[in-house]
Nanobody, 122 residues
């Protein structure tokens, strides 16, 4: 199994930007489907974005055009560039990994990081 550690969260004003990072170790990062998820207080966890081994990315409608997911295989790191942040983006953000071909936010992800807090103030 892969170990995942998120970083880069913090507090930002609406309209600002943050870049989240997820460092992977353990099993081979290159072959994994990777994703970002978030969970706001008292709400269910929701998928934000995924990127597969072929670098095909998908996004939730709520972040389309504002967020960009990417991966650096040499550094075994997953990124989420978040621009034009909105208060509704406030949540704990988790990175996750799965070893299967399918790479959708609705898929089951086996490995999870501990999360990093993102707070967007109006």
């Amino acid at each position: 199994r892969v170990q995942l550690v998120e970083s880069g969260g913090g507090s930002v004003q609406a309209g600002g930007s943050l870049r989240l990072s997820c460092k992977a170790s353990g099993y081979t990062f290159f072959h994994y489907c990777m994703g970002w998820f978030r969970q706001a207080p008292e709400k269910e966890r929701e998928g934000v974005a995924t990127i597969d081994r072929f670098r095909r990315a998908s996004y939730a409608e709520s972040v389309q055009g504002r967020f960009t997911i990417s991966r650096d295989n040499a550094e075994d790191t997953l990124y989420l560039q978040m621009n034009n942040l909105k208060p509704e983006d406030t949540a704990v953000y988790f990175c996750a990994a799965r070893g299967n071909v399918s790479c959708r936010v609705s898929d089951r992800f086996a490995d999870w990081g501990q999360g990093t807090q993102v707070t967007v103030s109006s």
